[in-house]
């Protein structure tokens, strides 16, 4: 690598030391709750789907947390309720991170596809990510999650190619890479050999804003059922199935919502530490 | 006094003639309009096409089980969907501008069924919108007095913190805390005769939960913004001038500041839209949402559609109205 792009992603790069070590603290949490959310259907004490205790019982006894609307374990269903949720959600954020690195790249070396791009970003602005997301599952029945993630995807890389782009443009105006191109390099050598690899910085902080996004996205699919469908447990549609009962066990409700707000929380915070920049950049698109 | 001022106009205008600043911001006005209404027009050609080329039609959608071939093709065309595509995307698109957004599966006219919802989700959008502006507004204002303190750090954190939390989980919280706990705000809503809320304490909860995930994300853009104004050399003539504070503040950097912040408010209206369907749900509030939710149990994609194409003729209004904004705060410099 040349010293050129050293000094292209000088800016980048993350503060040794002290800032690497507070770095690190800021994304544990969302490593350690993305860990506990893998893990959790292992840890559930009871059967996902068997009735326990009566429905919305209070918490005591055999369910820690009470019963749900049919009598299920809160805390059972709780602990397996985050798995598809974070496997879903880290799914959508790799290929958002993955095509929106391929295409800002492409888009820094070839203007022509960075206007393409420029012109699809202005469009979805104009559809809110949630009614984008009802659209394509109502309009493909069968979809199922593959719906769900093939919507999240397609609304969330306009964005995503416009943050790769500003970062690649200096690096693709390099004077190495113009070198390479002059030699006779084709595209594909170029984004892949020579611009990528100086925007891992870039790259890692996107995931994470495109991991923030893709929860949100995500968990709100569940709660209007387009979705995981019953009787799968997940903890936006154990908010929406119980919160007829918020009464009789606020648990049932207040336990999955402490879940998806935690892991909104930790995953923003890590996602922030991440960033390379401060100010307006750093405010993730949705 | 008023002669001297037009005497005074020709003598200016004598050298080449500039164009009038009048002229250019209208020039600019429409040049943006049009820019945005074919922007608006090609995102429903492509919701059309969402709509047409994934599986499945309305008539699918409401089909009964058990029900014989011939009954669904009969419906099929009594919904108009065996003629070509290209004839249906020309009545869709036409008949948008006139206030039709076509029919959804049961066979009602779309813009029947958002006559009444739709101007009570614009009321929650709008108020939460009001909420967030003045809310992120002062926010931003109050950590930018003291750079890097304590208070500062604390707004900011909690920003982060409180943007990527989901519209109903906020919603959750606000319902335990302020209707079943405190009992002091009502946690459903109730409709008058004309369907719209019954009084102005249903409004506040809704509200709320809307607003509260756009204040963390637009305190933010308040706060990058006043911090890059804040460089600025004329803010430091002013500083150094002598002026008081919060002079400064409300004469020199919020105006810089504006066009900025007025891109980060429109840019929440989108979230605000698809916000309201959630919380709508929760709060059984009688807009878009309890629309939506029952197309989403009649897998109604041309509701969708339908909704999709007023929410976003509702946003473009918004982005012009900033884009107006920042030409107005440059003065037709742009």
Not at chain 2, 49 to 64: F, N
Not at chain 2, 152 to 175: C, K, N
Not at chain 2, 253 to 258: D, E
Not at chain 2, 290 to 301: E, F, P, Q
Request: charged share 15%; proline share 7%; with cysteine.
């Amino acid at each position: 690598m040349t010293s050129t792009a050293a000094a292209a992603v000088a800016k980048a790069a993350p503060p040794p030391r002290r800032g690497r070590r507070r770095t690190v603290l800021r994304v544990l949490p969302a490593l350690l709750l993305t860990a506990l959310a893998l893990a959790g259907p292992w840890l559930a004490p009871h059967a996902i789907d068997a009735p326990v205790v009566a429905p919305y019982a209070e918490p005591g006894g055999d369910a820690p947390l009470g019963g749900d609307q049919l009598g299920r374990d809160v805390l059972s269903r709780v602990l397996a309720g985050g798995r598809e949720l974070v496997v879903t959600s880290l799914l959508v954020a790799v290929l958002v991170t993955a095509v929106a690195a391929v295409l800002g790249a492409v888009s820094a070396l070839r203007p022509a596809v960075g206007r393409v791009v420029e012109r699809t970003a202005d469009v979805l602005m104009l559809l809110p990510a949630v009614l984008g997301i009802l659209l394509v599952t109502l309009s493909w029945p069968d979809g199922g999650r593959l719906a769900v993630v093939t919507a999240s995807v397609v609304l969330g890389v306009p964005y995503a190619v416009r943050l790769v782009a500003g970062a690649a443009a200096p690096v693709a105006a390099s004077g190495y890479v113009e070198a390479a191109a002059v030699g006779g390099e084709r595209l594909g050598y170029l984004v892949v050999r020579e611009v990528l690899p100086n925007l891992r910085a870039t790259l890692l902080a996107l995931f994470g804003l495109r991991f923030v996004a893709a929860v949100y996205l995500v968990a709100t699919a569940g709660f209007l059922q387009v979705g995981p469908q019953p009787p799968a447990a997940d903890w936006a549609l154990m908010i929406r199935e119980n919160s007829a009962g918020i009464v009789l066990n606020p648990w049932a409700v207040l336990a999955p919502s402490i879940a998806i707000g935690l892991l909104a929380m930790s995953v923003n915070l890590a996602a922030a530490a991440l960033v390379p920049t401060t100010g307006r950049k750093a405010v993730p698109a949705l | 006094m008023a002669g001297s001022l037009t005497r005074g106009e020709p003598a200016a205008a004598s050298g080449p003639r500039p164009v009038p600043a009048v002229l250019r911001t209208a020039l600019y006005a429409a040049g943006v309009l049009a820019h945005r209404i074919l922007l608006l027009a090609v995102l429903l050609a492509a919701v059309f096409a969402a709509v047409e080329l994934l599986p499945g039609d309305a008539a699918d959608a409401t089909s009964e089980r058990g029900e014989s071939a011939a009954d669904l093709a009969a419906r099929r065309h009594l919904l108009g969907l065996d003629r070509p595509v290209a004839e249906r995307f020309w009545d869709w698109m036409t008949g948008l501008p006139t206030g039709d957004l076509g029919t959804s599966a049961r066979g009602e006219p779309v813009a029947d069924l958002l006559a009444h919802p739709f101007p009570n989700t614009l009321l929650l959008g709008g108020l939460a919108l009001l909420v967030t502006l003045v809310a992120s507004v002062a926010f931003g204002c109050w950590a930018a007095a003291r750079p890097g303190g304590p208070l500062d750090r604390g707004v900011s954190a909690s920003a982060t913190g409180i943007l990527a939390l989901p519209e109903f989980v906020v919603a959750v919280a606000l319902v335990l805390v302020f209707a079943l706990w405190t009992d002091w705000l009502p946690a459903v809503t109730l409709t008058d005769a004309d369907g719209s809320p019954a009084s102005w304490e249903m409004l506040v909860l809704p509200v709320l939960a809307l607003a509260i995930p756009q204040i963390g994300w637009n305190t933010r853009i308040v706060r990058a913004a006043l911090a890059d104004e804040a460089k600025a050399p004329h803010i430091e003539t002013a500083v150094l001038d002598g002026l008081p504070r919060h002079r400064v503040l409300t004469h020199h950097l919020l105006p810089g500041a504006l066009p900025t912040i007025a891109a980060g408010i429109a840019t929440s209206t989108g979230m605000l839209l698809g916000g309201a369907v959630v919380v709508e749900t929760i709060f059984n509030y009688p807009g878009i949402g309890s629309v939506l939710a029952g197309a989403v149990a009649d897998r109604d994609s041309p509701v969708i559609a339908g909704v999709v194409a007023v929410t976003g003729a509702v946003i473009t209004g918004v982005l012009l109205l900033a884009d107006l904004v920042r030409a107005w705060a440059s003065g037709g410099r742009t």
